[in-house]
């Protein structure tokens, strides 16, 4: 038998090497991928977001007019990032004088549908039946509201629904003061009942508490923060919506 040149052999031997070291190295990257990936997948620790499950949720902590809402300054100001005196955080929301601020809720909702807000006065002036805090329709018509009466040196609040009054608070306001807001609209009861403290737990009745009741289906498209009179300005925080009752000190 004819001998293989010892250089064909030593050829061969390369050429089988490589092709063995390639697959082994393929073998290696397979086993790495499949570990990295069938592995435990580390899980990020949750971070608190107060804002889950609000439809309106607003610190005005963000530089400007914050996405989702629309100022009106019709004869006034609107400032969303107001430090004379801080409601909440490092920034509040100042309302001035016939202006308004509103916030779309898209898509509307309809059943129950709520509204707070930290509220202060730093002065005011008299003036009678001025929104404060109101859910309007999709026409933006006020349906369910807080307005305030200022005489002197107290101010009471009373719900309106629709363009029913209820009796207004015997509990009163005043300035310099830092008030929790409620206004819920019930569909199911035909209400609207407005409620402030002073410590964030939301009263159901007594003094603070005023509601009106008409009888009435509405849908709610926008939270509305109104100052329609010369007389009246405000500080706002901590701003809160919802399809659902929002109870005492909300998130
Ligand atoms: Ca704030
Ligand atoms: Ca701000
Ligand atoms: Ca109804």
């Known amino acids: 038998m004819k001998r293989i040149p010892w250089i ?14 390639g697959l ?6 397979a086993v790495i991928k499949a570990r990295s990936s069938g592995g435990a997948t580390p899980t990020p620790t949750p971070t608190p977001d107060p804002c889950d499950g609000y439809l309106v949720c607003e610190d005005a902590e963000g530089t400007g007019t914050p996405t989702g809402w629309t100022d009106s300054a019709a004869g006034g100001t609107v400032n969303w990032d107001y430090t004379t005196t801080i409601l909440e955080g490092s920034q509040s ?6 202006t308004a601020d509103v916030f779309t809720i898209s898509p509307s909702v309809s059943g129950l549908v709520s509204g707070y807000a930290l509220i202060r006065f730093p002065s005011w002036g008299n003036i009678t039946d001025q929104f404060l805090l109101s859910l309007t329709d999709s026409g933006a018509v006020s349906r369910c509201a807080a307005r305030i009466d200022i005489s002197g040196t107290a101010a009471v609040l009373e719900a309106r629904l629709n363009a029913t009054n209820g009796t207004a608070t015997v509990g009163t306001l005043a300035t310099g003061t830092t008030y929790h807001l409620w206004v819920d609209y019930n569909d199911a009861a035909d209400t609207c009942t407005v ?18 009741t008409y009888v009435s ?20 925080d901590h701003i809160r919506g ?9 998130d």
């Open 8 to 21: 064909i052999l030593v050829v061969i031997g390369v050429f089988a090497y490589s092709v063995s070291a």
């Open 242 to 250: 919802d399809d659902a009752a929002i109870g005492s000190n909300p």
């Open 24 to 29: 082994l190295q393929e073998r290696q990257a």
């Open 217 to 236: 289906t509405y849908a709610l498209t926008y939270l509305r923060l109104p100052s329609q009179h010369t007389n009246i300005s405000y500080i706002a």
């Open 93 to 98: 929301l100042y309302v001035d004088e016939d």
């Open 195 to 212: 409620a402030f403290s002073t410590d964030g737990t939301k009263p159901s009745s007594g003094d603070n508490v005023s509601v009106a």
